[in-house]
Nanobody, 121 residues
Framework: QVQLVESGGGLVQPGGSLRLSCAAS????????MGWYRQVPGKQRELVAT???????NYADSVKGRFTISRDNAKNTVSLQVNSLKPEDTAVYYC???????????????WGKGTLVTVSS
């Protein structure tokens, strides 16, 4: 069984920073892509940033230059440094991992339960 657990959310003032972290554990053979999505109640979940196992990154236009994604392949972790936060960044942030649980498994996406980021003065 695979588990993804996020941490690091909280309340921050506009212009502030946070560091979100996510650790994948359990039966993991190989992780391909990892990343972060976010969701506001009543809206669709949207991509924030992704990173391949080779380190190639992709960002939503709305966070480019403010957010930085990184990962530690040895520890099966992915992090998101979020700077210059704006009220519109308020959302539940979800970590995901595209992985194989066993050599014979198909690749599948696994999700964490989310961590709330609130940007407010």
């Amino acid at each position: 069984q695979v588990q993804l657990v996020e941490s690091g959310g909280g309340l921050v003032q506009p212009g502030g920073s946070l560091r979100l972290s996510c650790a994948a554990s359990g039966s993991i053979f190989s992780i391909y892509n990892m990343g972060w999505y976010r969701q506001v109640p009543g809206k669709q979940r949207e991509l924030v940033a992704t990173i391949t196992n080779g380190g190639r990154t992709n960002y939503a236009d709305s966070v480019k230059g403010r957010f930085t994604i990184s990962r530690d392949n040895a520890k099966n972790t992915v992090s998101l440094q979020v700077n210059s936060l704006k009220p519109e960044d308020t959302a539940v942030y979800y970590c995901y991992a595209d992985l194989k649980a066993r050599p014979s498994s198909l690749r599948a996406d696994y999700w964490g339960k989310g961590t709330l980021v609130t940007v407010s003065s």
